[in-house]
């Protein structure tokens, strides 16, 4: 594949790539950005998606192939809108789809489609997973077949209302000298029924130990979690959000405590930032997005990718996005 700085497809936008190889193809889940003229709000009211798409490419050809509508918010009895950033895992000879979207009362939850092919399309299940809230599901299987999901977004995300074990909307953020919101993992169970027990938190610290601080805004956690493993170590990677970065932190463990380790992708065209990462035939590459295409439009994003690099040492080089 070819290092490209243009988007994978045009004729819709797509945002929030999950990445995967299946049947030695890469497979793109993201989540489909609706055209509107409605506002930008801190809420998230302006990203209006309704449905997925899959989209899938080689390195023997440029071409990338859409494969269609997926799954619909219609089709998920208690969904009342907005299917955001979704991921996909391959167990049971199933691959399954955990995807977030507002509830009946507006809350976000985490739900799960499942397909015996990786192009979908998928059937939902009739109810989200117990426990389940937020946004931004990464699925990640590990090399002993257990599944984490690992998952959370600030302010629109909901994220901080979750403080208290139940959800409070009145809930805020921590003051600025008080430890950051963390992300969450919970392990599922091997039917990929339901969580194991509940979610518990991901904590990021710095190199003191101590855990990032809701201040400190270029390494804290806002959203968009992805899981990957390198050398056995495991990498956290996620976005600073208002600062725009691509960051990630380390652990030896799948549940942490993770260290910070630096910046991944620095800030591209657009307020959001989600990505993730892949290995393909010896490579790896970074997917993302950004919202040049439509000209700076923040609910009108295209996916793109670029090769990732490590260093000897296991660090990631930093990558800056290039613009004509």
């Not at 045009?10 to 409605?38: C, K, L």
């Not at 509508?69 to 391959?90: F, G, I, N, R, T």
């Not at 208002?242 to 463990?253: C, E, Q």
Request: hydrophobic share 30%.
């Amino acid at each position: 594949m070819k290092q490209q700085n243009t988007p994978l497809i045009t004729d819709i936008f797509t945002a929030d790539p999950s990445a995967h190889v299946y049947n030695d193809r890469i497979y793109i889940y993201p989540s489909h950005d609706i055209p509107h003229n409605g506002e930008d709000n801190d809420n998230g009211d302006e990203y209006q998606m309704r449905d997925y798409h899959v989209l899938s490419m080689d390195d023997k050809s440029d071409k990338v192939i859409d494969h269609g509508e997926v799954l619909h918010e219609d089709q998920v009895p208690w969904v009342s809108k907005q299917l955001w950033a979704p991921d996909v895992v391959y167990k049971n000879d199933t691959y399954y789809l955990v995807f977030p979207a507002r509830d009946k009362d507006g809350i976000f939850r985490l739900g799960i489609a499942e397909s015996k092919s990786p192009e979908g399309p998928f059937s939902p299940r009739a109810n989200y997973i117990p426990d389940s809230f937020s946004i931004d599901p990464c699925s990640f299987i590990d090399d002993d077949s257990k599944v984490y999901i690992y998952f959370g977004g600030l302010w629109g995300g909901q994220l901080e209302k979750h403080k208290t074990g139940s959800f409070d909307p009145n809930g805020t953020e921590p003051d600025k000298n008080e430890p950051a919101v963390c992300p969450k993992v919970a392990l599922m169970k091997d039917d990929m029924s339901v969580f194991e027990a509940k979610p518990q938190d991901v904590v990021i610290l710095d190199e003191n130990g101590n855990p990032l601080l809701a201040g400190d805004e270029d390494r804290r956690y806002f959203e968009g979690p992805w899981m990957h493993k390198y050398n056995g170590k495991y990498y956290l990677s996620y976005s600073t959000g208002t600062t725009h970065k691509i960051v990630y932190a380390t652990s030896d463990t799948p549940t942490g405590p993770f260290t910070y380790q630096g910046v991944i992708l620095e800030p591209v065209i657009g307020w959001t930032t989600h990505h993730s990462i892949v290995e393909y035939h010896g490579k790896w590459y970074l997917f993302y997005h950004d919202s040049e295409y439509s000209g700076g439009i923040n609910h009108r994003r295209c996916v793109k990718y670029c090769e990732l690099n490590y260093n000897e040492d296991g660090s990631i080089q930093t990558i800056t996005p290039v613009y004509s």
